[in-house]
């Protein structure tokens, strides 16, 4: 399942860096705009503590935890609508992501210069969002001038598009993101085929320094952002990009050490790896036996037999039925026979919809 998420931001924002812990893909990070020009893209892990109580129940040969992908974009910058910088690159990049994790600077640093000399995180949101509304204008009012001819001969297809796209240009030119808007079913398959910008789910980083980690919430720069993501119904996370980057090089006890004389329980990277992947509207669902112990990455409301399709194309055209537990069921009965003699194992059909943490055995027959 190919679907990625993009960081994207200001130059020197701590963009390279917070990509580079996640992946440790070593993406070159300097105090320079313009230093990642091309996107670099690395897989990561999600963070998962089920799939290590289940490793725990089923003593499995081995345990695969699913995974996703980050795209590292290069710094945005005004004007990038208009080609400056090397804007209109970094906006091909953006149309290619699935969602977008946004990072805005939250901290002060003599070091790190500021592309605009000054740290103002809704100030460096608005540059990022203005660009990304300027680009889907003109896509959109191109698109309009092209089926307003159609649309006036009476063509159904061609009325219901220009309708969708007046309210899109109008929503624009007032500054908001198509995201934003409220749609039908219906209106909502046009709008996908233009694949604009703005209709990109966002999550907001704010990148905070080493010691302000602790005190997020007396963070100005932070309540700010806080705000602003609640006033368009947008999530964020508080990391460190360069505690992240001193984690990422630690492994086993010291990195538990680590996190312990920080104060804190996990790596902030472990909840933003967690919350892009819902971003992207994704889940995990399991499958545990003696050989392994697995999850698998699935689209909410996925049914049985696409679910099971994950695993093989066979398993999904010869689907029978799936035997299903759900994840809290199974550990409250400490096993699956136990789970099994308690009624809490199931039999779904085609229709029954796979719910994260489900764990699933697929019967088929090809």
Same mark, same amino acid.
Request: negative net charge; glycine residues 8%.
């Given at each position: 399942?190919?679907?990625?998420?993009?960081?994207?931001?200001?130059?020197?924002?701590?963009?390279?860096?917070?990509?580079?812990?996640?992946?440790?893909?070593?993406?070159?990070?300097?105090?320079?705009?313009?230093?990642?020009?091309?996107?670099?893209?690395?897989?990561?892990?999600?963070?998962?503590?089920?799939?290590?109580?289940?490793?725990?129940?089923?003593?499995?040969?081995?345990?695969?935890?699913?995974?996703?992908?980050?795209?590292?974009?290069?710094?945005?910058?005004?004007?990038?609508?208009?080609?400056?910088?090397?804007?209109?690159?970094?906006?091909?990049?953006?149309?290619?992501?699935?969602?977008?994790?946004?990072?805005?600077?939250?901290?002060?640093?003599?070091?790190?210069?500021?592309?605009?000399?000054?740290?103002?995180?809704?100030?460096?949101?608005?540059?990022?969002?203005?660009?990304?509304?300027?680009?889907?204008?003109?896509?959109?009012?191109?698109?309009?001038?092209?089926?307003?001819?159609?649309?006036?001969?009476?063509?159904?297809?061609?009325?219901?598009?220009?309708?969708?796209?007046?309210?899109?240009?109008?929503?624009?030119?007032?500054?908001?993101?198509?995201?934003? =808007?409220?749609?039908? !079913?219906? #209106?909502? /398959?046009?709008?996908?085929?233009?694949? @604009?910008?703005?209709?990109? $789910?966002? %999550?907001?980083?704010?990148?905070?320094?080493?010691?302000?980690?602790?005190?997020?919430?007396?963070?100005?720069?932070?309540?700010?952002?806080?705000?602003?993501?609640?006033?368009?119904?947008?999530?964020?996370?508080?990391?460190?990009?360069?505690?992240?980057?001193? =984690?990422?090089?630690? !492994?086993? #006890?010291? /990195?538990?050490?680590?996190?312990?004389? @920080?104060?804190?329980?996990? $790596?902030? %990277?472990?909840?933003?790896?967690?919350?892009?992947?819902?971003?992207?509207?994704?889940?995990?669902?399991?499958?545990?036996?003696?050989?392994?112990?697995?999850?698998?990455?699935?689209?909410?409301?996925?049914?049985?037999?696409?679910?099971?399709?994950?695993?093989?194309?066979?398993?999904?055209?010869?689907?029978?039925?799936?035997?299903?537990?759900?994840?809290?069921?199974?550990?409250?009965?400490?096993?699956?026979?136990?789970?099994?003699?308690?009624?809490?194992?199931?039999?779904?059909?085609?229709?029954?919809?796979?719910?994260?943490?489900?764990?699933?055995?697929?019967?088929?027959?090809?």
């Amino acid at each position: 399942m190919a679907l990625t998420t993009g960081i994207v931001g200001l130059p020197n924002v701590g963009k390279s860096t917070l990509f580079n812990a996640i992946t440790q893909a070593g993406a070159e990070s300097a105090n320079y705009p313009f230093c990642t020009i091309d996107p670099n893209v690395g897989i990561v892990e999600v963070p998962d503590s089920r799939l290590e109580q289940l490793t725990n129940m089923f003593q499995p040969k081995k345990t695969i935890p699913t995974a996703f992908e980050f795209t590292d974009i290069a710094g945005i910058v005004e004007g990038a609508s208009k080609g400056e910088g090397l804007g209109n690159k970094f906006l091909s990049h953006i149309r290619e992501v699935d969602a977008i994790s946004h990072v805005v600077r939250c901290f002060d640093s003599d070091d790190v210069t500021h592309v605009s000399g000054k740290i103002d995180p809704i100030h460096d949101i608005e540059v990022i969002n203005l660009e990304l509304i300027l680009a889907d204008l003109e896509t959109a009012e191109k698109r309009i001038d092209k089926v307003a001819k159609l649309a006036k001969s009476k063509d159904k297809d061609a009325m219901q598009e220009h309708a969708v796209l007046e309210k899109i240009v109008e929503a624009l030119k007032e500054e908001q993101p198509v995201r934003s =808007l409220e749609w039908t !079913e219906e #209106e909502l /398959k046009i709008v996908k085929g233009f694949q @604009l910008l703005t209709m990109k $789910p966002v %999550l907001y980083v704010a990148n905070v320094s080493e010691d302000d980690l602790m005190e997020a919430e007396d963070n100005e720069h932070v309540s700010r952002v806080r705000e602003f993501a609640a006033a368009e119904g947008a999530g964020v996370v508080v990391i460190s990009g360069k505690i992240e980057e001193e =984690l990422a090089e630690l !492994e086993g #006890e010291e /990195k538990n050490e680590f996190l312990q004389d @920080l104060g804190i329980e996990e $790596p902030g %990277l472990d909840q933003l790896i967690r919350e892009a992947y819902s971003l992207l509207g994704l889940q995990t669902y399991f499958t545990a036996g003696e050989p392994e112990v697995r999850a698998w990455t699935i689209r909410k409301n996925t049914k049985a037999p696409q679910a099971a399709g994950v695993i093989h194309s066979d398993f999904e055209k010869g689907f029978i039925r799936a035997e299903v537990v759900g994840y809290e069921d199974l550990m409250q009965a400490g096993a699956m026979n136990s789970a099994k003699e308690a009624g809490k194992v199931r039999l779904e059909g085609k229709e029954y919809i796979v719910k994260d943490g489900d764990v699933v055995h697929f019967r088929f027959n090809v």
